[in-house]
Nanobody
Framework: QVQLVESGGGLVEAGGSLRLSCAASGRTISSYSMGWFRRAPGKEREFVAAVSRNGGGTLYADSVKGRFTISRENARNTVDLQMNSLKPEDTAVYYC????????????????WGQGTQVTVSS
């Protein structure tokens, strides 16, 4: 069973950047498609980005396309989310997740989740 731990969250001004990292342990992530999701206060958890097992395929939510970049290093067992041009509406708890199927934006397909890291963007 893989365990996931997110880091890199914090407080940043609008227009700034943050890089989130997800460190896996217990099993190599090369067997999994990986995704990032977020939950804003009072809202449902939503898809942000996903990456295929070998990193060759990516998906993004329309709201972050062109601003966020997902990447993975299977040798280091990590998945990162580079977030640029941050907006106040990006404020949320960000979660890393693993799926045993083809990379997808469907929350229900992810079986392992981290505890989340808070991102707060001030206006």
């Amino acid at each position: 069973q893989v365990q996931l731990v997110e880091s890199g969250g914090g407080l940043v001004e609008a227009g700034g950047s943050l890089r989130l990292s997800c460190a896996a342990s217990g099993r190599t992530i090369s067997s999994y498609s990986m995704g990032w999701f977020r939950r804003a206060p009072g809202k449902e958890r939503e898809f942000v980005a996903a990456v295929s097992r070998n990193g060759g395929g990516t998906l993004y939510a329309d709201s972050v396309k062109g601003r966020f970049t997902i990447s993975r290093e299977n040798a280091r067992n990590t998945v990162d989310l580079q977030m640029n041009s941050l907006k106040p509406e990006d404020t949320a708890v960000y979660y890393c997740a693993a799926a045993s199927i083809y990379y997808t934006r469907l929350t229900s397909q992810y079986h392992t989740w981290g505890q989340g890291t808070q991102v707060t963007v001030s206006s």
